[in-house]
């Protein structure tokens, strides 16, 4: 196996005052897509919050490409080309979609390369372009999303961490949204960390998989054997399959809990 | 007639205190918009630029020009170095702590000063280029004081449009102060963005203290203005670089024109009187930015 981008062991984090990740270790390879799914405050933004240097976690190492992020200030993270996608569509509100964008290429500073990857950005997302001039607070929910993820490319990440970017969105938009994810990752070759609760759409773009609950790893795998996994497709899926325990299903509880 | 000109007298000096309310407002804004922060002592770092600029200027016999250049550098370093120093280490720790912390700036800012021989408490003035002369437009007749620091007011909020429109550092000063968080995921780094803005809002108000000098001198208490500038900064929307300049303004010719046609004593209140109104009227200030509630 290849030696991978991003290398978390035992990482212990805090979030506030409760341990919310407790020895997490995951290896995310080069050029793949890795998804981190779990139910609601599993601790997956912890553990994204903890590599992008904005939560300092407590144990553990996070080696990058080879380098020790613990205690890096994350301006310092992101010019190693990582880059995080925060939940809830972190956007500049008043700066115009423009402004939001060329200020994701702040690490670069380099205008003629920030007009080339607008252009890209807008190849990727063509809303955008149509809304170049608005304050992004006019934005639509998923369109916000889409210019948080755009201006995150701008920096030519080498790294994607996104956080649950189908959050509150159509399903239409979802897929929309998930088909660019996967087009990014195969077109621009960025590594992506994504973490989601829709584990149907995640599993479907995703190499490779880990089930994150009570701040453990409980579970991971390649994304296709785990999308057949039965507890999977019960408890994240939602799909029942036709067996004999069908009718019993009170009965049966996450094995790992 | 004669009345008229007294008039347009009157709102020209207005308009000239006025911009002095403004800028030191505008350096209140500057720092709460960036940090959430109202730096209770931006009067005094006016009072300490203007005595930077009185012995740069009169006691070290510098060109004028070059002693205020060189003060606003000054103050730009000490105000980036308060940030760093006793600001940052600040951060995450309760708004009202880090007020209280402004409050003892300035105290310090003050006794500092006093004790500094050939400083202390006397009143000084500077001499610039400008002092004494007057400019005579029709029947009006406009001292070069207040006409330098109208056009220095203008210059300044010129400069900071521009700086802030249109360089990557002005935006990037803008995103940080709309959505830190945000600013820290594109890899702005926060912190120094932070004593930059300090920097500015430091010499900032070195300049108007510099610009103030020649009108009611040097001393330790001429800090003291900020508290007019203030509710400056209310009534335009304390959030707002525009709306600053527009409450100082305000304040400025209301004060002038209460001080010559209403009663000795309401000159001093008319500043506030209005920012109740305001307040009244609009709670969010003049020029209040919102954002949408996100759903």
Redesign the interface.
């Known amino acids: 196996m290849q030696k991978p981008l991003l290398e978390l062991s035992n990482i212990e984090a805090y979030y506030g005052p409760i341990l919310a990740v407790q020895g997490i270790s995951l290896q995310i390879p080069e050029g793949s897509i890795v998804t981190l799914l779990g139910s609601n405050g599993a601790g997956k933004s912890t553990i994204l919050k903890a590599i992008s240097g904005v939560v300092e976690p407590q144990k553990g190492t996070i080696r990058f490409d080879g380098k020790n992020l613990i205690g890096m200030e994350p301006d310092q993270i992101v010019n190693l080309g990582l880059l995080h996608v925060p939940e809830g569509r972190e956007v500049f509100p008043f700066l115009s979609v423009r402004e939001n964008l060329l200020l994701g290429a702040f690490r670069h500073h380099n205008r003629d390369q920030a007009r080339g990857d607008l252009e890209r950005m807008y190849a990727y997302f063509p809303v955008l372009r149509e809304r170049l001039a608005q304050p992004a607070q006019s934005l639509s929910g998923g369109e916000q999303q889409m210019l948080a993820i755009a201006r995150a490319l701008m920096a030519r990440p080498r790294l994607l961490l996104l956080d649950e970017p189908s959050l509150g969105l159509s399903p239409r938009l979802v897929s929309e949204i998930f088909a660019i994810i996967r087009r990014i990752c195969t077109e621009a070759g960025t590594t992506i960390l994504l973490v989601e609760q829709n584990a149907h759409k995640a599993l479907e773009i995703a190499d490779y998989g880990y089930v994150v609950e009570n701040g453990r790893i409980v579970m991971e795998g390649a994304a296709r054997e785990l999308a057949e996994k039965p507890d999977i497709r019960e408890f994240y899926l939602g799909k029942k399959d036709a067996s004999v325990r069908g009718g019993h299903r009170w009965k049966r509880k996450k094995l790992w809990r | 007639m004669q009345g008229l000109i007294e008039f347009t007298q009157m709102i020209i000096s207005g308009v000239a205190t006025g911009c002095i309310y403004a800028i030191v407002a505008l350096g209140f804004v500057l720092i709460y918009k960036a940090s959430e922060i109202v730096n209770f002592a931006q009067g005094d770092l006016m009072m300490l630029g203007a005595f930077l600029g009185f012995s740069f200027i009169t006691l070290l016999g510098m060109p004028f020009y070059l002693g205020l250049g060189l003060a606003l550098v000054c103050m730009a370093l000490i105000g980036a170095l308060l940030d760093r120093v006793v600001l940052r280490p600040m951060a995450g720790q309760p708004v009202f702590a880090i007020v209280i912390i402004t409050i003892g700036i300035g105290f310090v800012i003050r006794s500092i000063v006093i004790s500094i021989p050939g400083w202390g408490t006397e009143t000084y003035g500077i001499d610039t280029p400008y002092s004494g002369g007057v400019t005579s437009l029709g029947g009006l007749v406009i001292s070069n004081e207040h006409l330098a620091i109208i056009a220095a007011t203008l210059l300044l909020v010129i400069v900071l449009y521009l700086f802030f429109r249109f360089t990557?550092l002005g935006?990037?000063m803008?995103?940080t102060s709309?959505?830190q968080?945000?600013?820290?995921?594109?890899?702005?780094?926060?912190?120094s963005i932070l004593s930059m803005i300090w920097a500015i809002s430091a010499a900032t108000a070195a300049l108007v203290g510099i610009l103030l000098a020649p009108i009611t001198f040097v001393h330790v208490n001429m800090g003291f203005i900020g508290l007019k500038a203030f509710p400056a900064a209310v009534i335009g929307g304390f959030g707002s670089l525009p709306g600053a300049i527009v409450g100082g303004l305000i304040i400025g010719v209301v004060e002038a024109l209460a001080g010559f046609y209403l009663p000795e004593g309401f000159k001093d209140v008319a500043a506030y009187v209005l920012m109740l109104v305001v307040l009244a009227i609009r709670p969010k200030g003049l020029f209040a930015?919102s954002?949408?509630k996100?759903?």
């Open positions: 990557m935006v990037a803008q995103a709309q959505n968080l945000a600013a820290y995921y594109v890899g702005v780094p926060v912190k930015q954002v949408a996100k759903v």
